[in-house]
């Protein structure tokens, strides 16, 4: 029988070791705030002065806290802010955000500055980066003052339930913001076209402005880069998830920037010609138009093989076009997203296995990747040109379409129509030439959209959107006039060439 007497001591025993073990780590590591505030030399508020109509396809001096809180930011001028933060690779100070933030400023000089933590002002060009990942690698015109620092990227993973602080530009009105959190979750998938795969989710709250700014661990390494905040429909409307944040892990972001700086600006892809597909209703269950429908058609359980391309390095897979693709790499696929999720593990020259499914019957087939390049994004761009049933002619460094033929999938409406700010109604094909500025998603409450100077442009947009279901082409007509509103067509293409089936596509 345990008396009270024993109770008190077993629970005294448990306090002093408890006391004992924060003691120890006590003495290994600094105090978390003396940790932050050395931290906050590195990080920086990322401005955008000039913009274009689409998206570009991607130590510590003196006291920091009185450097960084005596004046007000000042980004007057600016179109839009993010945060990044200082790290050093082989003697090169860089800047590390997300593509978000700076992929729709323009191709001249002045149009990306960054701002240290004493208000000093540095123009920044594009290293390179990531616009699938959502990561972007920036390198300061000048070299950086004595007030930057710069910060280490944690090479061991994250722990479930660790502390970690976000630092950042909140609304780009609040730089050096400190939110405190841990660590809810790891290896997160997220919707949307980019940034899907890899991500912490954590309570450290981020808002508008912290994107691209550090998630830190206790001792100020870098854990993750700030990307997301999470939303909940509720009742027709979106509520923000503050307790719900997500920064692209650590290990990937070091990936990703390695690649980057050693494959000329880029991420070393496999590529191996080929479109996938999966179809479905887009129509929620319950709804008149899902039972309506559902009697018509049979959403695909699988993603199905559905080209491959001639002279392509998957060229081998021809046979099993109209398979289901049920494993890639031994790991069930369910969904197109699963699938990508498993070719984006994999790299150029490197084997990839498929496992296709017919009748009930199983065949596995390997093929090497070959490299994605600028000639098979452009196989791409002209695949998905034929489906959109337009020539195309390079034209310096627009893209030049003709629809004189008439248009074999989907319609084209004005800005207005496209926004769904008035009523579609019925417009005639389009007819003549016509100029691509943009290639993504145009709508009402969400636009994505990528600027398009060839026919690689095209290939690499359609790639980004293609799982949506749907592709929108921005056009200007060739000569027009550049403020009459009648020049500017919105393309709105459904891949599945009907409005009532959603037939994501995944062209890798």
């Known amino acids: 029988m345990i008396t009270a007497n024993c109770y008190r001591r077993s629970i005294l025993l448990f306090v002093l070791q408890v006391f004992a073990i924060q003691a120890i780590f006590a003495q290994q590591r600094p105090p978390v705030t003396k940790v932050l505030e050395n931290a906050l030399g590195a990080v920086v508020t990322v401005g955008v002065f000039e913009t274009d109509m689409a998206k570009k396809t991607l130590g510590f001096r003196g006291n920091p806290v009185e450097q960084a809180y005596a004046k007000m930011l000042d980004l007057s001028g600016a179109s839009g802010s993010g945060s990044g933060f200082f790290i050093r690779y082989n003697n090169r100070a860089l800047v590390i955000t997300n593509a978000h933030v700076i992929e729709q400023a323009a191709d001249k000089e002045g149009s990306i500055y960054v701002y240290t933590i004493n208000r000093s002002k540095y123009e920044a060009k594009i290293v390179g980066g990531d616009s699938f990942y959502d990561l972007a690698v920036l390198e300061l015109v000048d070299k950086p003052g004595d007030e930057v620092s710069f910060l280490e990227i944690r090479q061991a993973p994250a722990l479930v339930g660790e502390p970690v602080y976000a630092v950042g530009n909140p609304l780009g009105e609040y730089p050096y913001s400190v939110s405190e959190g841990i660590i809810s979750a790891k290896n997160r998938v997220r919707g949307g076209l980019t940034g899907k795969f890899g991500f912490l ?94 009697q018509k058609f049979t959403p695909d359980t699988y993603p199905v093989l559905n080209k491959v391309l001639d002279g392509a390095p998957a060229a081998a897979l021809k046979p099993y ?55 098979g994004s452009a196989s791409l761009g002209k695949w998905f040109m034929q489906m959109a049933g337009a020539r195309y002619v390079q034209d310096e460094n627009m893209l030049s379409l003709n629809f004189t033929g008439g248009e074999q999938n989907g319609q084209s409406l004005d800005f207005a129509a496209a926004r769904g700010t008035q009523a579609a109604g019925q417009e005639a094909p389009l007819t003549g030439e016509w100029l691509v500025l943009g290639v993504g998603i145009y709508r009402e409450n969400y636009e994505s959209l990528w600027r398009i100077n060839d026919i690689a442009d095209v290939g690499t947009a359609a790639r980004l959107t293609g799982t949506s279901g749907n592709i929108d ?28 089936i959603q037939q994501q596509t995944l062209w890798y």
């Open 321 to 375: 076009i109209g398979q289901q693709v049920v494993k890639v790499n031994s790991e069930p696929t369910r969904n197109i997203e699963e699938v990508l999720g498993e070719l984006e593990k994999s790299k150029p020259n490197q084997k990839i296995e498929f496992t296709f499914q017919k009748d009930g019957q199983k065949t596995q087939v390997s093929v090497n990747a070959g490299a994605l390049s600028s000639s």
């Open 473 to 500: 082409m921005v056009l200007f007509k060739k000569g027009g006039q550049p403020g009459v509103a009648e020049n500017y067509k919105i393309k709105k293409i459904s891949i599945s060439g009907t409005s009532y």
């Open 201 to 294: 989710q954590t309570t450290a709250t981020v808002i508008w402005g912290n994107s691209g700014g550090p998630l830190l661990d206790a001792e100020g390494k870098v854990l993750g880069v700030n990307s997301q905040i999470a939303f909940a429909d509720r009742g027709g409307s979106s509520i923000w998830q503050p307790q719900i944040n997500f920064a692209l892990e650590a290990g990937i972001t070091y990936r990703l920037i390695n690649d980057i700086l050693t494959n000329n600006g880029v991420v070393g892809r496999s590529y191996l010609g080929i479109e996938l597909m999966q179809r479905k209703l887009p129509f929620q269950p319950g709804t008149k138009e899902y039972t309506y429908y559902s």
